[in-house]
């Protein structure tokens, strides 16, 4: 195990009934005027906005409205949310929706205190020092987003999908409510579930050895997930099941997978982000393709921590090393095709002639990985293999 630091400053307020809250915890930090930022319509309809105005209400904090965030959250609505969070005077963001826009908001919290382009924050080039303190009403658990620092955003001109990070993007308060989850389509649930393991996994296969706790952390995370997730695609409003699902994207990645880790592989993500800046497919499908071709890629390297998984999860202890590895790993991809998700980039639409070009996207931020280092060429068969 190695040496870690670990903090979250993020409150989270779980349960039902709970959105409520979200005025008066804003208001113990003297927010006067908000930007409320959301997707579609599906809060107007479903009553979320409606409780959350009503709480703003009573609370005494004026919202501005910032809808039509999009799955995969574009800059250029970005820049137009800055925008208007300026005119407006807001003193604070709050997201109402799920990751993409968290990620929205918490690009936009910075952009306000910035006098440059939002867009330097993007690939790590600078780090954001200062953003308008951020809140938010989660209503689809699967990035983590309500309880971490990070986000990632499409430059769509430019098909870069970039992440950005800074300590001053932890949200203050998140709540999140697994009730109001029960109506969501059964293609996000499953992107979802899809998306919480891929976060878990990225930790799990960074290389770290001697860290037992936080292996069985992460395994119990995923058998939970595959515990449950099909339960809510035939009943999509049992409450339990929603809110072990919930929890486990939260957990996934709010920093609690990562202490005595290595920081995480995460180049199947940053592959991920190359195709959907390419094609716009949904977050959770483009890694349930990924990530089995990249554990298929780059077992050789890292055997030991493969077959621990197979065994942990998955129960596969018979048989030779790689074949124990190989049945690891057709498992989980038989998982992913059980909830709906697309197997490889040619059932997703994608040409073969796209590879290359989606692979020099990917290797825009340099070598990707941790336990395995990627180049172009890596990425490239990789792809070939999710083909």
């Known amino acids: 195990m190695n040496n870690f630091v670990l903090h979250n400053p993020t409150k989270i307020i779980f349960g039902k009934d709970t959105i409520k809250e979200i005025g008066p915890e804003m208001a113990k930090f003297g927010v006067k005027k908000a930007l409320l930022v959301y997707g579609r319509a599906s809060i107007k309809k479903n009553g979320v906005f409606e409780q959350v105005s009503a709480s703003l209400q009573m609370a005494g904090i004026n919202a501005v409205e910032f809808g039509g965030i999009q799955s995969n959250p574009v800059l250029s609505k970005v820049r137009a949310g800055i ?11 709050l997201a109402v929706g799920g990751g993409s826009v968290y990620d929205s908001s918490k ?6 205190q910035y006098e440059g382009d939002v867009w330097d924050f993007f690939g790590r080039r600078k780090i954001p020092a200062a953003a308008l303190p951020i809140f938010g009403v989660l209503t689809i658990s699967a990035t983590g987003s309500e309880m971490n620092a990070l986000g990632v955003v499409t430059n769509e001109d430019a098909k870069r999908k970039w992440p950005f990070t800074s300590p001053v993007l932890y949200p203050k308060v998140s709540v999140i409510d697994p009730s109001i989850q029960a109506t969501l389509p059964a293609h996000q649930t499953a992107n979802a579930a899809v998306d919480i393991i891929a976060h878990v996994m990225e930790l799990y296969f960074d290389g770290t050895e001697n860290n037992d706790v936080m292996d069985e952390y992460s ?9 449950h997730a099909p339960i809510l695609l035939a009943d999509p409003a049992n409450y339990e099941s929603r809110a072990q699902l919930a929890w486990c994207a939260t957990l996934a990645l709010n920093g609690s997978n990562a202490p005595g880790r290595r920081g995480g592989d995460f180049a199947s993500h940053g592959i991920e982000h190359a195709l959907s800046a390419w094609n716009d497919i949904a977050h959770g499908a483009g890694l349930a393709i990924v990530f089995p071709a990249w554990m298929k890629y780059v077992y050789k390297d890292n055997p030991q921590a493969f077959l621990r998984f197979g065994e942990k999860v998955f129960g596969i202890i018979e048989g030779g090393e790689e074949e124990r590895i190989l049945a690891a790993i057709d498992a989980l991809q038989k998982f992913f095709s059980r909830l709906g998700a697309p197997k490889s980039m040619r059932e997703a639409g994608y040409s073969k002639a796209d590879l290359p070009a989606i692979a020099e996207i990917a290797a825009g931020l ?16 990789i792809l070939e293999l999710a083909w």
Do not use: F, H, M, P
């Open 83 to 93: 925008d208007l969070a300026r005119q407006e005077g807001c003193d604070a963001v």
């Open 107 to 112: 690009a936009i919290a910075a952009g306000v």
């Open 219 to 227: 395994e119990g995370i995923i058998r939970t997930v595959i515990k």
């Open 366 to 381: 340099g070598l990707l990985g941790n336990k395995k280092k990627l180049s172009q060429a890596d990425i490239l068969a």
